[in-house]
């Protein structure tokens, strides 16, 4: 595979570095309000504020995994000098560990993102997405799965972690950079879609409502959802959300919810949390086994911008890099529904960036404003 630049985040004037030196400490100064957290948990978040700010990465103690994924290779080291998708990733565990969310102890396993995540349920927004569906029962088929695509793909902006610094962009360019849902269709004929999932709440519900549809019109036999073992990039799907989704679309009074259910139930619908979800790499390194589920799936979708980061590598790529060439080692059908909110890009055609360079300057990367349909089939 070619290669280009990994991106970092020691230059001051990079959205990479503005999320490891706004972003980050906003979200912690938001985590200590939403909690009534004690003594202990307010002095590990004093010193990962400081830390992730000015410090260097330190060892993850007795953690299998981080030692797996390079955790000794960097400590020392400042958190600006190390690839951008690892100390973001790292961060997020240092907030976990911070505020005992590993315990043991009486906050092992609270969720410091919960009240954010549950507040998206609650929107007028979230809940115009379940009346729409009446209005998509008289269109045919076609139509309401290319409307619920795009519902799962422009949820994707729901995204809390790019809000806490994102105002809400318009665009005066074309919204959707690049759009190959035409091969997309070709490829749900009756098998196994996987969905990688994104955000919890206002991302996840339309992601549910179109695996209910495909699976109804039988366009799918069977939707594998991969989740987040454990909170991440603050509203990232865990089972917990899962569960108040499917919960929160019953009580609604959605047949969805009911449907979901029993799918759940008879295996139509299954889950994972595989730990490399939470992994600061790249899917060219993933484990064996996930490796041979994605094999396995007549498509996996990624969903979201740290998934497609993660799809094709965290790197500069010349904007016109075909898409099959950084997902050529995936060993599936793959494709990417994303909103454009970090620099990494590949896929366009030649007239696409310069005329959103020309419109936007280069703040069409990140400013949610716009969005892509990939598919390598
Ligand atoms: O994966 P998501 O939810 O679409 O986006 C995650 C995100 O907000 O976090 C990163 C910066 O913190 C960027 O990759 C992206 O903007």
Redesign the pocket.
């Known amino acids: 595979m070619p290669d280009a630049p990994v991106i970092h985040s020691a230059d001051p004037s990079s959205?990479?570095h503005s999320?490891l030196a706004e972003?980050h400490p906003a979200l912690i100064r938001k985590v200590r309000d939403a909690f009534p957290y004690g003594p202990e948990q307010h002095r590990a978040l004093d010193a990962l504020l400081k830390s992730a700010v000015d410090g260097a990465i330190e060892p993850l103690d007795g953690d299998a995994w981080w030692e797996a994924w390079g955790v000794e290779e960097y400590v020392g080291r400042s958190w600006f000098e190390v690839p951008f998708l690892w100390s973001?990733s790292y961060f997020y565990r240092r907030l976990l560990h911070a505020v005992g969310y590993f315990g043991p102890g009486p906050w092992q396993g609270v969720d410091p993102f919960r009240p954010f995540k549950l507040a998206e349920l609650d929107t007028p927004q979230a809940a115009e997405e379940i009346a729409a569906l009446d209005r998509l029962d008289g269109l045919p088929v076609e139509e309401q799965l290319q409307a619920l695509l795009h519902g799962s793909l422009w949820g994707?902006r729901a995204?809390l972690?790019?809000r806490i610094?994102a105002g809400d962009e318009k665009s005066a360019t074309p919204e959707l950079v690049a759009d190959d849902s035409e091969s997309l269709w070709p490829l749900l004929t009756g098998g196994t879609l996987v969905v990688v999932a994104?955000?919890a709440g206002r991302?996840l519900i339309p992601d549910l409502l179109l695996a209910d549809r495909l699976l109804r019109h039988d366009r799918i036999e069977r939707a594998v959802l991969h989740l987040k073992p454990y909170p991440y990039?603050?509203?990232?799907a865990t089972t917990a959300d899962l569960v108040d989704a499917v919960r929160h679309l019953v009580a609604a009074e959605a047949p969805v919810g009911r449907s979901l259910w029993s799918a759940l139930g008879d295996g139509r619908l299954t889950l994972r949390a595989h730990p490399f979800s939470c992994g600061p790499l790249p899917y060219a390194d993933m484990p064996d086994d996930l490796r041979a589920e994605f094999a396995a799936a007549d498509l996996t979708i990624m969903?979201?911008?740290?998934?497609?980061?993660r799809l094709v590598g965290d790197r500069l790529w010349p904007p016109t890099t075909p898409f099959a060439t950084p997902t050529a080692y995936f060993p599936g059908p793959v494709a990417a529904l994303?909103?454009l909110?970090?620099d990494?890009i590949a896929g366009l055609d030649a007239r696409t960036e310069p005329a959103l360079v020309a419109a936007e300057g280069q703040g069409w990367r990140?400013s949610?404003a716009h969005a892509l349909i990939q598919v390598r089939p």
Do not use: A, H, M
Request: proline share 3%; charged share 35%; no cysteine.
């Open positions: 959205f990479p999320v972003r973001e994707n995204d972690g790019f610094q994104d955000n991302e990039y603050v509203s990232d969903k979201g911008d740290l998934n497609y980061r994303r909103t909110k970090s990494v990140t949610g």
